[in-house]
């Protein structure tokens, strides 16, 4: 199914955790010895030298006037050095600039379509699409980094990979020279998700994906007394007011109205926003990460007030139609992707709001340099002028809806603020770039990603059935068993 909703929007999978599990299981033991076998990758550095001269200051300090001379020349030249960059970094174009690069991408189409775009500015750069299942990415790129076969340029992070691709220690610093990428100018809560376990910024979002929790407007209005984004926001500000809402909602509709459609979208909310630093070497602390989730996930399960429907399942996604539940998951490529496909009589019924603790981050793909590559500047260019730039921030958005992890693209001249979005009407008029960009990213929890979290994701979606199915799987017995489960797939680590 996401396979066919990638045709129709870009990257779909990038954001679906569920994408192919079952293909992911059966390749997940493969990929971990594949990662024992990388966890010695060498680091690449670069060194740059600098010079001085002696002068005479207004505190007469001896100075040559070929010195001054020479002083005014460099001023001169790093004046003329700035003004470029920004200039560079408003429209990513340097078109002295030549090389081929190789991208692998299982959506080439979209990809394709950028590729035109940027050659329009970079005609001397070859840009080789490969054809890469989304099920293969990391296995081959693990396989062929193994094997001394051809690594592509630009390699890309998944979110289900993403954790296990930094820590092999094959992508370069986009701080360093030649790239000399600036954090300050990443969307905040980009940073951590695109940060490697040194802090170095080794990607670029393709997209800023926090996530917000969508709702109907009507129903919202019959249970809670209003449709207002901001107002429904206030009244389920904490899990417990989400709870408490719940409970007055299912006693008005005489337990017909549900809150949500799956426990796995309160597990998967609640697992999110515990930013948790769990993992120290081999030793990882699953009760640190998952005993409040599953605690609160439990909690509302024994409520009656989430729906009994399993994740990702067609049920799940027709249900986005339903009168039966108010509150739906929604990162920022779920309204144009998901919703509205899939209740395409809703429109001006939907509006969405800051979840319950605040907004998190739910799926993304990230764009990083090979650190061996022979092509770094041409990669980057590519990289930027699309990605990381005010031009490619316009482009991508008028193209896909996708929102830019380059922040100064939304107070430039090319800022969508001022647009009306592909699916606002649909959402009743509300502006989502608005909501998704100055409410929902700075504030979403985020953080670095590391090689246990694709486990972490497996386990609790093979689990939830049973969580769902068995009342009496109390919170101690369902992180019991979620413990046991991540033990029995990483036997070596120490897991508690």
């Known amino acids: 199914m996401w396979k066919m909703l990638n045709k129709a929007y870009p990257y779909a999978n990038n954001h679906n955790p569920g994408y192919k599990q079952k ?12 990662c024992v076998l990388l966890s010695t990758a060498m680091i690449s550095t670069m060194i740059s030298g600098c010079g001085s001269v002696t002068t005479t200051d207004e505190s007469g300090n001896a100075q040559s006037s070929a010195a001054v001379a020479s002083s005014q020349e460099a001023a001169s030249n790093q004046s003329e050095a700035s003004e470029a960059t920004t200039s560079a970094a408003a429209t990513g174009e340097n078109a002295d600039i030549s090389g081929d690069i190789t991208i692998w991408d299982w959506d080439g189409d979209t990809a394709q379509k950028y590729v ?4 329009k500015a970079y005609p001397n750069v070859n840009v080789n699409i490969q054809d890469v299942s989304w099920d293969d990415y990391i296995e ?16 890309y ?9 930094y820590e092999m220690d094959i992508l370069d610093n986009l701080e360093e020279a030649p790239y000399n990428l600036n954090r300050e100018d990443m969307v905040d809560s980009s940073v951590p998700l695109c940060s490697d376990p040194n802090g170095n910024i080794v990607g670029v979002e393709m997209q800023v994906t926090p996530a917000g929790f969508a709702y109907k407007r009507d129903l919202a209005k019959e249970y809670l007394g209003t449709d207002d984004p901001d107002e429904v926001g206030k009244m389920i500000s904490t899990w417990d007011d989400f709870e408490t809402v719940g409970k007055q909602v299912s006693e008005k509709s005489g337990g017909k109205v549900k809150m949500m459609v799956s426990l796995g979208d309160v597990l998967l909310s609640t697992l ?4 948790v630093d769990y993992v120290d070497g ?43 539940y108010i509150f739906y998951e929604a990162g920022s490529w779920c309204p144009p992707l998901v919703i509205s496909q899939y209740d395409p009589e809703g429109s001006g019924n939907w509006a969405v709001t ?7 981050n739910l799926g993304g793909t990230t764009l990083s340099i090979y650190k061996d590559s022979d092509n770094k500047e041409a990669a980057w260019a590519y990289i930027q002028y699309i990605f990381f730039s005010e031009k490619g921030g316009s482009y991508m958005y008028d193209l896909t809806g996708n929102y830019s992890c380059y922040e100064p693209y939304y107070s430039s001249e090319y800022s969508p603020m001022d647009k009306e979005g592909p699916v ?35 386990v609790w979606q093979q689990l939830l059935p049973q969580y769902m199915s068995d009342n009496s799987i109390d919170s101690d017995k369902a992180l019991s068993m979620f413990i046991n489960a991540v033990q029995e797939k990483e036997p070596e680590a120490t897991i508690k």
């Open 282 to 324: 081999d030793t990882v602390d699953i009760t640190a990460k998952m005993k409040e989730p599953l605690a609160e996930t439990i909690k509302l399960r024994d409520d009656g007030i989430i729906g009994n429907v399993e994740m990702y399942s067609a049920d799940w996604y027709n249900d986005y139609a339903s009168e039966d």
């Open 157 to 165: 992070g998944e979110m289900a990979w993403r954790g296990s691709l």
């Open 23 to 34: 293909n992911r299981r059966k390749k997940y033991m493969k990929r971990k010895l594949l």
């Open 272 to 275: 999110s926003q515990n930013t």
């Open 140 to 155: 081959k790129l693990q396989t062929s980094y193994v094997s001394g076969m051809d690594i592509p340029d630009i390699i």
């Open 424 to 458: 606002d009407e649909f959402f009743g008029g509300q502006s989502l770039v608005d909501y998704y960009i100055n409410v929902a990213a700075p504030t979403a929890k985020t953080v670095a990603q590391n090689k246990y979290d694709a486990v972490v994701s497996d």
């Open 354 to 360: 800051t979840p319950p603790d605040g907004s998190f």
């Open 116 to 119: 035109d775009e940027f050659k």
